[in-house]
């Protein structure tokens, strides 16, 4: 499913770079308020960690695995944002997507959801950052079904 937009090559309207600015800014927050809340756990269990030691723990330890989607999608915001003359609109349009069903809790799932669904049942920090990320792409949504005419 995609916009009129699909397999037509432009470059990214200022406001879906804005949209993809502001998608990144709330996600990256709630990236680190997950990831201080793994490492506040991490800690309780083996002891104070140095921001390196977080930094080796967050690619390679088993418990940082699961914010392992949410950094990958923050670089390939990185990457568009940084090319935005040579993106595709559907580009940005997939990472909003890949956002939107990635930040979907599930008590009863495993991986991703059920960790991200532990995390805002404990953390208040974790319920207001991803708040912030849906309100950034609830006025997304809007704002390209407005300029599409909805999704085709």
């Known amino acids: 499913m995609g916009t009129h937009f699909e397999n037509n090559p432009i ?10 600015t502001e998608l990144y800014g ?3 927050q709630l990236h680190k308020t997950l990831l ?3 490492r506040r ?5 083996h002891g104070r960690i140095t921001a390196g030691e977080l930094l080796n723990l967050a690619i390679q330890d088993q418990q940082f695995a699961w914010l392992r989607a949410v950094s990958e999608i923050l670089v390939r915001i990185e ?11 559907k580009e940005a349009l997939s990472v909003l997507t890949r956002v939107q069903i990635l930040l979907v809790p599930a008590e009863d799932n495993a991986g991703f959801a059920r960790n991200y669904f532990l995390a805002l049942q404990s953390d ?4 207001l ?3 912030d990320v849906w309100d950034v792409l609830t006025v997304s949504a809007a704002d390209t079904q407005r300029k599409t ?3 085709h």
């Open 11 to 20: 470059t990214i309207p200022l406001s879906a770079k804005q949209h993809l």
């Open 26 to 28: 709330a996600l990256l």
């Open 36 to 38: 201080d809340m793994e």
């Open 41 to 45: 756990s991490y800690e309780r269990h």
């Open 79 to 89: 990457e568009l944002l940084d090319n935005a003359m040579r993106v595709e609109e």
């Open 124 to 127: 208040a920090a974790a319920v």
């Open 129 to 131: 950052a991803h708040r």
């Open 149 to 151: 005419g909805g999704l």
